[in-house]
């Protein structure tokens, strides 16, 4: 059964990797909001777009006191590689055995031309400084998404 995470639920202390090979875990970010965004896949059309969006609004989240986390589960490697290539201004961290995912109900059963696969579903969750999530965004369409993003966070921030 997947996990159904909604705004109230206390968010799940995973453990990534990060890109430079150590772990982190989702607990040791508490203290201030945390834009937490599941993607596909380094280095693909949709999520080199999302990935420059929240890259280009990384300045907004800062002043507003917000941290911005991609998460796939392609390898530290393949997200150094990412994040150079388009020079990047937001943390990227690996979710390779896929458990964040599962934890967080983005992995799922897709289809594409009748096959049907697993993987992840494109979602985002603003979590707050207790590490309470406060807004869930899925099936995420990226255009304007790090926009709509951004007011979310500055509005959570506010309250």
């Known amino acids: 059964m997947m996990a159904e995470i909604n705004p109230g639920d206390m968010a799940p202390d995973a453990t ?76 990227l961290a690996s979710d390779e055995d896929g458990s964040v995912c599962v934890a967080f109900g983005t992995w799922i059963e897709k289809s594409l031309y009748g096959r049907k696969y697993m993987g992840i579903d494109r979602a985002t969750f603003l979590i707050d400084a207790d590490g309470r999530v406060a807004k869930v965004w899925r099936k995420v369409k990226v255009p304007g998404h790090a926009e709509a993003v951004l007011a979310a966070a500055e509005e959570l921030v506010r309250a």
Do not use: M, N
């Open 16 to 91: 990534l990797t990060t890109p430079e090979g150590g772990t982190l875990k989702l607990s040791q970010l508490r203290g201030k909001p945390l834009v937490l965004y599941f993607y596909p896949k380094d280095d693909t059309s949709g999520c080199t777009r999302e990935a420059q969006d929240f890259s280009r609004f990384k300045g907004a989240f800062d002043i507003a006191g917000v941290a911005i986390l991609g998460v796939s589960k392609d390898p530290p490697a393949k997200h150094v590689k990412f994040t150079a290539k388009y020079d990047l201004t937001i943390s």
